[in-house]
């Protein structure tokens, strides 16, 4: 082969590895492109699947929740002093089991006071809220 020839073979060999690097890399780049797309229009439709799904859970948490602040708004402050009066009566109904030997009954009647206390507070902090 002549020098001429090499040059050429070397200068071929060297314009098609440039030629084939090129075209790896944009198709590299143009599948990434094209992956990134199909995983975010898929991620997207999982998603609105899932909160399509959930949409019923949440119309159903959404109406119980008014229909306890309607219940809220609807109560009176005497209400709150009806509860107060209560959890006063299930103390001494809880200091009578004791006395009668009663530990269960006796710790149910607090566990119920507590919970009418409970009651009374967020009507008191609800009152609060309101006023201020």
């Known amino acids: 082969m002549t020098a001429i ?3 050429a073979l070397i200068s071929i060999a060297t314009a098609a590895g440039i030629l084939y690097w090129i075209g790896y890399r944009g198709g590299l780049a143009d599948g990434r492109a094209e992956g990134y797309e199909k995983g975010y229009t898929e991620g997207c439709d999982h998603g609105f699947g899932k909160a399509y799904a ?3 859970t949440v119309i159903t948490l959404n109406k119980e ?3 306890r ?3 809220l708004l609807d109560r009176q402050p005497e209400d709150r002093l009806i509860l107060l009066s209560i959890a006063e009566k299930l103390k001494l109904a809880a200091a009578t089991f004791k006395a009668v030997k009663s530990e269960i ?6 566990t119920l006071r507590e919970k009418a206390l409970s009651i009374a507070v967020a ?6 809220g309101d006023a201020a």
Not at 105 to 110: D, I, P, S, T, V
Not at 123 to 128: G, S
């Open 105 to 110: 009954h006796a710790a149910q009647a607090l």
């Open 69 to 71: 602040v309607k219940q």
């Open 123 to 128: 009507m008191d902090l609800f009152e609060q």
């Open 65 to 67: 929740r008014r229909e």
């Open 5 to 7: 020839q090499i040059c």
């Open 54 to 56: 959930a949409f019923p």
